[in-house]
Every structure is written in C-alpha cells, then in structure tokens.
C-alpha cells in the first residue's frame, strides 16, 4: 500500500490550505491518480487495521439498493452514524445541548444507534440517508444501474459505457439533508484479456479517514463482478477530484507514514455465488492480514 502513503505524503507536503464545509479546514490537491493490480494482493491499508467488516456490510447494503441505516448497526456497522444523528439533533433542537465530539454528545449519540436499532418506526423517520449510494446504483430515476452493468459486461465486455452513477443532481438537495452526497460519483469497468478492472472517480476524499475504506470497497465490488462474469482480476485504479487531510488529522497523518508497510492480504470469496446480488457476509474471507494497530481519529461531519 505504498500509492496510499505516498498521496498522503503529497498531500502534507504539497497540498494548499483550503476551507471546507464542515468548518475544520484542510490541505489538499486535485487531480491525482493510483493503481493497485489485485492479482498482487487485496488492497487493505496495512500500516493501520481497517475494519474490514464495516466494509463487507457497507458494500452489500449498497449492492441491494438500502439507505437506511438500520441494517448496519444491526451488524455493528457505526461508520454512517454521525450524519443522522447530527440531521436527528438539529431537528428536535438539541443540537446546541450537545455540542459536537463533547462526551455527552458521543453518549446521546450511542442512545440514538441504540433506539435506530430497537424501534423500527424511528429508524424509518430518522435513519433514513435519502437516495444515497443504493438507491441510485438500484433506482436512478427507474434504472438499475447495477443489473444493467452486469447484463452488459457479459454482453458486451468491449463497450466504453460500463458506467454505474451516483451522482444524480436531482437528488442533491435531498441528499444535502442528510448531510452527504455522494463523494464516490461514478465508476467504469474495463474488460481487456479476460481481466475486469474498475475506475473510481471521486470527488470528495477524506485521505486519513475514508480513502481505505473506498479502496477496499472498489477492489471488493471489482471482484466480485469478476467472479459472476466470469473475468479475472484486473487493476483498480482510484481516481481523486479534491483529495484531502482534515487540520485535526495532523498527528494520525505523521504516526501512519512512520510506519512500515506489511504483505497485503489475499481475499477469498465463495466461488458458488455467481449472482452478484446473492453475496452474502459469509462469502467472504480475509487471509493473511497482518496491520499495525488502528489509529482513531474523529470524523469530519
């Protein structure tokens, strides 16, 4: 994983200071490319643990079109929790009671996953993202983008229109609500000598926080789409617009590029799914991976 230190090395050292919504303020750059070939090895950030599972259930919750947060912090998934809880505080005017990261507030916002989880009506009225990620793989505007690739892939493995979408400015507004829209917009496939690679293209990149999860995600839905057409791995290649560090990162920025990087694990998914739509968690199995410790850090919301 030596691209991901070396974009975080670009950034601190050649970023510019920027702005940005949440009010933290961050150094960052625009336009910058990596490529990590998945014969060589999963892509999992090494020189800190990722928590693989929250990625896997991340993953399968898009694939089937969910935007509730429900079924992730029924599997112990927390990485969506914050924009909800923060929509959920301003709603019912609690939000200057608990001021952001504040002890009380981490406390109030464990309560809120707990009742999301227990009381389905409340988690339908404020669990809920909007038409984030699922619903426009699944339903943009009545398309499933998702089957569609795939049908096409099989179909036509040369075509240049192997494209899935996120981003729907009709939906934008709706999506601002929740308080993100989709900072991964659109991907393509590529098919060339029975290898299947996969370009991401996002415009938004938290590099410390959010950036190993994307990568892992992306070469995960790469080869699981290899396996239902029947294609070999090929590369994923990550794409950036606005890749940043958030100011209040600096430390977990210096501790991560310290340390040495490790192997990179192998994945192993279940070769008798052969739809793309009936992986389940189980399928999937992570070998080899050896990381440093986790580094924590609080995200920018």
């Keep these: 994983m030596k691209q991901y230190l070396d974009l975080m090395r670009h950034i601190r050292d050649s970023g510019v200071r920027k702005e940005d919504r949440t009010g933290t303020g961050t150094m960052s750059v625009f336009g910058y490319q990596m490529r990590f070939p998945l014969e060589e090895g999963f892509p999992l950030v090494?020189?800190?643990?990722?928590?693989?599972?929250?990625?896997?259930?991340?993953?399968?919750?898009?694939?089937?079109?969910?935007?509730?947060?429900?079924?992730?912090?029924?599997?112990?998934?927390?990485?969506?929790?914050?924009?909800?809880?923060?929509?959920?505080?301003?709603?019912?005017?609690?939000?200057?009671?608990?001021?952001?990261?504040?002890?009380?507030?981490?406390?109030?916002?464990?309560?809120?996953?707990?009742?999301?989880?227990?009381?389905?009506?409340?988690?339908?009225?404020?669990?809920?993202?909007?038409?984030?990620y699922g619903h426009q793989w699944r339903n943009f505007e009545g398309v499933d983008q998702l089957a569609q690739l795939v049908s096409d892939i099989q179909s036509n493995p040369d075509s240049r229109r192997l494209i899935v979408s996120a981003w729907n400015p009709k939906d934008i507004p709706i999506m601002v609500k929740s308080g993100l829209p989709p900072c991964h917009t659109l991907f393509q496939f590529y098919v060339s000598e029975g290898r299947l690679s996969c370009q991401l293209y996002q415009r938004s990149a938290d590099v410390l926080l959010g950036v190993p999860f994307?990568?892992?995600?992306?070469?995960?839905?790469?080869?699981?789409?290899?396996?239902?057409?029947?294609l070999r791995p090929g590369d994923f290649v990550h794409t950036f617009g606005d890749a940043h560090l958030y100011s209040n990162h600096r430390d977990q920025v210096e501790e991560q590029l310290s340390r040495e990087t490790r192997p990179l694990p192998t994945m192993v998914i279940n070769p008798l799914v052969k739809d793309l739509f009936?992986?389940?968690?189980?399928?999937?199995?992570?070998?080899?991976?050896?990381?440093?410790?986790?580094i924590s850090a609080p995200v920018a919301v």
């Excluded at 699981?224 to 057409?229: E, F, G, P, R, W």
């Excluded at 009936?278 to 986790?294: I, K």
Aim: no cysteine; aromatic share 14%; net charge negative.
């Design 278 to 294: 009936s992986f389940q968690f189980e399928d999937f199995e992570l070998q080899g991976y050896t990381p440093h410790p986790p």
């Design 214 to 230: 994307n990568i892992a995600s992306y070469a995960l839905l790469t080869l699981m789409i290899a396996q239902v057409t029947g």
């Design 46 to 132: 090494t020189t800190k643990k990722v928590h693989l599972k929250s990625i896997i259930h991340e993953l399968l919750w898009f694939i089937r079109g969910d935007t509730n947060i429900r079924y992730l912090v029924q599997n112990g998934v927390n990485i969506w929790n914050d924009w909800p809880f923060q929509s959920w505080l301003r709603e019912t005017g609690q939000d200057q009671d608990f001021p952001m990261y504040t002890p009380e507030w981490r406390e109030q916002r464990k309560l809120f996953v707990e009742r999301v989880k227990e009381d389905e009506q409340f988690a339908v009225q404020y669990g809920e993202l909007g038409p984030v």
